[in-house]
């Protein structure tokens, strides 16, 4: 069951960034279609989200898991890459880009484009900063994992 919901937490993070840059251009052009998008935008991002502490909490690499190998020492952690990656700065770039999303879907409800539109494009870019990209030495994951 735990690669199964792996497996679609990182689907999710592709239907994500599909909706935020389909959200940030509605915004931006003051499309009536920013109200619909931007429900599964935030749909997609809170059951993510729910996804990701579930994982945090029972994955066996990386979370809770990498605190308790700590003996939860968060000096520790902090001066670990990895595990400051995976305990503190994926959990709450990822949360504080959900928060910007959950508003800016609040926003594009009453019809004010501009706010949406930059609180999507901040949430974009703090999610851009905070996934493990393949590219990033000692956190990258694959792509398309499972593929």
Do not use: C
Not at 34 to 42: D, G, H, I, N
Not at 57 to 74: A, C, E, H, Q, W
Request: aromatic residues 14%.
């Amino acid at each position: 069951m735990y690669n199964g919901l792996l497996h679609l937490h990182n689907l999710l993070r592709w239907v994500i960034l599909l909706l935020l840059l389909i959200s940030i251009f509605q915004a931006f052009s003051k499309s009536r279609g920013l109200t619909r998008t931007s429900l599964f935008l935030v749909i997609s991002a809170h059951l993510t989200f729910v996804l990701g502490v579930y994982q945090w909490i029972t994955s066996p690499t990386v979370g809770l898991s990498i605190l308790k190998r700590m003996d939860y020492n968060f000096g520790a952690v902090m001066k670990d890459a990895f595990a400051r990656f995976w305990v503190v700065e994926h959990f709450a770039g990822m949360l504080i880009a959900i928060v910007l999303i959950t508003i800016g879907r609040a926003k594009a409800k009453r019809l004010k484009h501009m706010p949406a539109a930059w609180l999507f494009l901040i949430a974009l870019l703090i999610i851009l900063a905070v996934v493990p990209w393949p590219f990033r030495p000692g956190i990258g994951r694959p792509w398309f994992p499972g593929m």
